[in-house]
């Protein structure tokens, strides 16, 4: 079945170290987003790429970074400079008609 | 994107239409607008989109205004299993010719509690 896989659900990190959240999906899709959400709040977008090899700063990118070498594949990396990194994080796709499609999400949390 | 406001919270009866609104004043000619709902800590799970023709599926309604302004969501006969955060947004789909994806952004939605 197609969709979209993130890994790993939970994953804990040392204060100053930077971890990698790994996005993909067999879609087919151009087009890839982050998202990170905290309790009780709305989806607040971090960084998307359009196409192979190209990704634009979405609202909250500092702190953050992503390369997107392959269609398939849309990793984020949680950089020591972002200074409240626990948090939901949620990558999607979209079709042409722009129907959205999410990944499970993926918890950091912070030591 | 256009940006939009949905009330914050609603309650709704078991049995009874849960009508979710949507204010989207800014909205352009090619944009559609979309319906997802977030049960807790899930991925948005999509219910429906439109342009300004009103749609129905198996989940929901949705209708729009004639002048696209706004919109609203329609559970027909709610659930307890309805009981989520409901986001709308517009966004126009992704361009042939130029290849540009819309950037998505959401808001905080709306908050549905569906009680006995």
């Known amino acids: 079945d197609g969709g979209i896989t993130q890994s790993p659900k939970y994953l804990f990190r040392k204060e100053g170290q930077n971890v990698t959240l790994s996005c993909e999906q067999n879609?087919?899709?151009?087009?890839m987003y982050w998202y990170r959400q905290d309790p009780g709040q709305g989806l607040r977008l971090i960084y998307y790429?359009?196409?192979?090899?190209?990704?634009q700063k979405g609202d909250i990118a500092e702190g953050y970074s992503v390369s997107r070498e392959k269609k398939e594949s849309f990793p984020l990396t949680v950089t020591s400079a972002q200074k409240n990194p626990t948090a939901f994080y949620l990558c999607?796709?979209?079709?042409?008609?722009?129907?959205?499609?999410f990944g499970e999400g993926s918890w950091l949390t912070v030591v | 994107d256009a940006k939009t406001t949905q009330p914050p919270s609603m309650d709704c009866a078991e049995g009874r239409a849960a009508n979710l609104p949507c204010n989207h004043s800014t909205i352009s000619g090619n944009e559609y607008v979309y319906w997802y709902r977030q049960i807790h800590s899930q991925g948005p799970q999509y219910i429906i989109h439109g342009l300004k023709n009103n749609e129905t599926n198996e989940m929901a309604s949705l209708i729009i205004t004639e002048d696209r302004k706004s919109s609203t969501l329609i559970l027909p006969h709610a659930t307890l299993r309805d009981t989520a955060v409901y986001y709308c947004i517009v966004s126009a789909p992704r361009s042939s010719y130029t290849g540009t994806a819309s950037k998505l952004t959401f808001g905080t939605g709306t908050r549905l509690q569906v009680t006995l």
């Open positions: 879609l087919n899709h151009d087009a």
């Open positions: 790429s359009q196409i192979v090899n190209d990704f």
């Open positions: 999607a796709s979209t079709s042409e008609r722009n129907t959205i499609y």
